[in-house]
């Protein structure tokens, strides 16, 4: 076979052959490695901004005078009490234990326990896990004052509800609320604090509704938020308190760690009460980023990011997050104060792993009580009496 004159030298097509197949290479990595910090950046995002927006997620089917049937999802056919804030979060409803599931149809019927206020009718609903859904003096009828404390980024509200009678001098429960929840979420502590002589103090922290925000918006997921309810404890102890008992929920739980660690008023805290509670921030990260099938580089990815300057500018971010220094499982030594630890092995969203964790690293410090079937911070919903003479006990002694 005759060569063609017009071809040129094999050397020549070699060498072009490998310069294109790198250069298509190239692009692919550029562009994986692009959707990587993509997907990173979105996930962290997710973690570190607030919730905004509060849509309905559940359907009422149908309103009788002592039942209320609800579409199926996997909150509403949970035993135990709940709400359901109505007609725009203006109205409010109480609902018991399931009476019956109608999987064909979709549907759970469950008590209706009280209309608090508003019409229930067939249409859209959201789910209240706290069960109460107004402020301690609508909720659970005790007296109530408003008032601010003058925190790092400006006056910040908060509920003080002190007890009837017995209230023991200088006594003081300061209770920390989740992510995104609202300070009803605390209320079902109230009760067994009381009780016990406790005056109870409901702060607020930066990005919380209706106060200020921090300089970027966004959570710092209790690396800075301490410094708002180390400012509420400074209101209390100006009130008289002279000793704390904290308490916080999911991410309040890691806010109250914080404050633990780096508060020099500290020092005044003789126990604490941790419910579903974030104990590591990066096993919480790993468990939601299996949950969406994210590759696991995203998941690192995106811890990088959240601590390291580089990454600030993507997340909208001011202040770097090291999810290490959140990891109370490794930093156990560091702890000082005693901790009821409640948390569900049913947990869905904080995984009760690191709390079992860290009751067995610090057995002298740690009471764990692990619920089964409850969801997020959903154990008093499903055995309150349980729950109620847990804490009860523990801020009696």
């Not at 310069?19 to 490695?33: E, N, Q, R």
């Not at 970027?216 to 404890?233: H, I, K, P, T």
């Not at 220094?325 to 792993?353: K, M, N, Q, Y």
Request: aromatic content about 8%; hydrophobic content about 40%.
């Amino acid at each position: 076979m005759t060569p063609d004159p017009t071809a040129p030298p094999a050397g020549s097509r070699t060498r072009k052959a490998v310069a294109a197949g790198a250069a298509v290479g190239a692009t692919t990595a550029l562009a994986s490695g692009a959707g990587s910090l993509a997907a990173a950046a979105y996930f962290a995002r997710r973690v570190l901004t607030p919730d905004r927006q509060r849509p309905d997620d559940v359907v009422v089917r149908k309103a009788g005078a002592h039942t209320v049937t609800l579409g199926i999802t996997p909150e509403t056919v949970v035993p135990g009490r709940y709400g359901l804030w109505i007609e725009d979060g203006f109205g409010h409803v109480r609902v018991g234990d399931v009476l019956g599931i109608d999987t064909a149809a979709g549907t759970v019927e469950r008590e209706l326990l009280a209309v608090d206020r508003g019409y229930l009718a067939p249409g859209g609903a959201r789910w209240n896990p706290y069960f109460h859904g107004a402020p301690p003096d609508v909720s659970i009828g005790m007296p109530l004052q408003h008032v601010t404390y003058e925190g790092e980024l400006g006056d910040m509200p908060a509920w003080l509800v002190t007890p009837p009678e017995d209230a023991v001098p200088g006594r003081w429960a300061v209770l920390v609320h989740g992510r995104g929840a609202r300070r009803e979420e605390t209320i079902r502590m109230m009760p067994p604090l009381l009780a016990q002589g406790w005056t109870c103090l409901v702060p607020t922290y930066r990005n919380d509704e209706g106060v200020p925000e921090g300089a970027d918006g966004r959570y710092a997921l209790g690396l800075s938020e301490w410094r708002d309810v180390e400012a509420a404890v400074v209101e209390a102890v100006a009130r008289g308190a002279t000793e704390l008992l904290l308490g916080g929920w999911s991410m309040g739980g890691a806010i109250v760690l914080q404050f633990l660690d780096r508060s020099p008023l500290s020092r005044l805290v003789s126990r604490v009460v941790l419910d579903g509670p974030v104990i590591d921030w990066g096993d919480v990260l790993a468990h939601h980023a299996r949950q969406h099938r994210l590759p696991r580089h995203i998941g690192s990815l995106a811890r990088s990011m959240m601590r390291q300057r580089w990454g600030h500018r993507f997340l909208g971010v001011h202040e770097g997050v090291d999810l290490a220094r959140t990891d109370w499982v490794h930093r156990a030594d560091e702890l000082h104060h005693r901790i009821l630890l409640i948390h569900s092995a049913d947990d869905e969203f904080v995984p009760a792993g690191p709390s079992r964790a860290l009751a067995r690293a610090r057995p002298d410090l740690v009471r764990f009580e692990e619920w089964h079937v409850a969801r997020h911070c959903k154990e008093w919903n499903t055995e309150p009496e349980r729950w109620e003479a847990l804490v009860g006990e523990f801020a009696a002694d």
